[in-house]
């Protein structure tokens, strides 16, 4: 009756040990999982702020285009207002999917090195993402840019079979170099006057008085 009693118990702690193991290595899984989409969305998300920013000098335009702040809690607020800048279609509950389709690969990408089809591969249907833009502290206004900087802040999340989502966030401060450049013809960019000759009160160096002969 011991050595039943004692061989239950190992079994017992045996199992729960593999599961857990098995639990902490799909946590981490879905962790990496997570991330990859954040910085996938954070790479589609600073592309579409480029798109939109076009030869503006600050990213007002860019804000402007992309409709009304967030309302969603924890999100910004009415004084410092986040933006969606991927909008997803209203029956993914706002989330942008990163789902694989047998129509959308290519019979290469179903394919090993030898030519021989997957029996099965990853869907990916459980993962999904957002992207939200938001102006940074350069001064009390966060309504508006005047510095060409703003954060993007990329979501990218896992549903686990239990219904417990796994997330991870990642931003990244991106600056607009649509900035405005003054420039000159001739020498005046080397610091000549206005009549294109260093004689005059920019000039760095006194004009030479050596003759030069020409042939």
């Known amino acids: ?95 942008n999917t990163y789902p694989l389709t047998l129509e959308d690969l290519s019979v290469a990408e179903r394919s090993s090195a030898t030519g021989e089809l997957y029996a099965d591969y990853p869907r990916q249907a459980n993962v999904r993402y957002r992207v939200f833009v938001h102006d940074d502290a350069d001064d009390a206004d966060f309504t508006e840019d005047t510095n060409r900087r703003v954060w993007l802040v990329a979501v990218g999340e896992v549903l686990g079979s239990s219904g417990r989502p796994t997330r991870s966030v990642v931003q990244a401060l991106i600056t607009n170099d649509n900035a405005l450049r003054l420039t000159g013809p001739g020498c005046v960019n080397r610091g000549c006057g206005p009549s294109n000759t260093f004689n005059n009160t920019l000039d760095r160096q006194a004009p030479s008085p050596q003759t030069v002969r020409f042939f």
């Open 1 to 95: 009756m011991g050595i039943t009693l004692a061989l239950t118990v190992t079994v017992a702690l045996t199992v729960s040990a593999v599961t857990r193991e098995a639990t902490i290595q799909g946590d981490l899984r879905r962790q990496k999982e997570a991330f990859f989409a954040a910085e996938a969305g954070l790479a589609e998300g600073r592309e579409t702020m480029r798109l939109l920013l076009g030869d503006s000098e600050t990213y007002n335009t860019a804000l402007a285009a992309l409709g009304p702040p967030v309302s969603e809690p924890g999100l910004g607020s009415a004084t410092q207002p986040w933006y969606e800048v991927l909008p997803a279609p209203a029956s993914s509950d706002g989330w």
